[in-house]
């Protein structure tokens, strides 16, 4: 595991979005595994920036997103589609049918579930794999459990996740109870990960996830078995460390 730590959370964001470019000099077809959250938004800021100044380009870019919820319409003001497109794709040349979000609305959740793996094996993998994580230490919505889950599923949310995720909703009673998630699997088949983590409400769970066992109680915590992660953290979320 590689630890990088940032005096502020923008700059965490900036070196964040600076891996994600090399990867893309690297390999201008990169297939990219998404995140949501708010963690993530100084990271897309900036490669919006590079976009905009020529340095980085995605037309040749593959996207898989990490999760939706379940039951959540792609043009709701809380959806992972929507938040995507706000944040990064209505802003740089990804090609729309190169973006792909969980569909938290499928009439067969397992089957769309199943067809996304396949969908991302058949793309060859992931490249490179971007991570927010939560207060209980999940990645994606891989919640705290007995066991890691491999394939893209459906998982009931925990208490901690539905009270930490009220406020992007009106009230805590409509943030859904389920979500789509992708698994394990694909996110350890990532040549690198690259998890971003700010503020002092993530300091346990970083902690936890570098320091603590692999225990799937704290899902992140199997990145130190990743040949290739970077935890990019601020001050607070790595005052634990
Ligand atoms: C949600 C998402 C995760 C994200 C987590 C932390 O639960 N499913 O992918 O990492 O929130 O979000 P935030 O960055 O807003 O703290």
Redesign the pocket.
């Known amino acids: 595991m590689n630890i990088h730590v940032y005096d502020r959370p923008e700059q965490a964001g900036q070196a964040a979005a600076l891996l994600i470019a090399a990867q893309l000099l690297r390999k201008p077809h990169s297939v990219l595994g998404l995140?949501?959250?708010?963690?993530?938004i100084p990271i897309y800021r900036s490669l919006i920036v590079l976009y905009q100044a020529g340095v980085i380009s995605f037309d040749r870019v593959v996207s898989y997103n990490?999760?939706e919820y379940v039951g959540i319409d792609p043009d709701h003001v809380c959806s992972y589609h929507r938040f995507m497109r706000e944040q990064l794709f209505d802003h740089v040349n990804m090609r729309p049918e190169a973006i792909h979000v969980p569909d938290g609305k499928a009439a067969d959740l397992a089957a769309a579930a199943s067809a996304y793996d396949r969908a991302i094996e058949t793309a060859g993998g992931i490249d490179l794999q971007l991570?927010?994580?939560?207060r209980n230490g999940?990645?994606?919505?891989n919640e705290p459990n007995s066991h890691f889950v491999g394939g893209c599923h459906v998982t009931d949310l925990t208490a901690s996740?539905i009270e930490?995720?009220q406020r992007f909703f009106d009230s805590i009673d409509n943030v859904p109870r389920q979500?789509v998630s992708l698994g394990i699997t694909p996110i350890m088949r990532a040549k690198t990960v690259v998890l971003i983590a700010t503020g002092a409400d993530?300091a346990q769970a970083v902690k936890a996830a570098v320091r603590g066992p692999v225990d799937p109680r704290v899902q992140a915590s199997i990145l130190q078995a990743h040949p290739d992660a970077h935890f990019m953290l601020d001050q607070e979320a790595a005052a634990l460390l």
């Not at 991570?131 to 939560?134: D, E, H, P, Q």
């Not at 999940?138 to 919505?141: D, E, L, N, S, T």
């Open positions: 995140a949501t959250g708010s963690s993530p990490l999760d991570l927010g994580i939560g999940h990645i994606g919505f996740t930490a995720n979500a993530k």
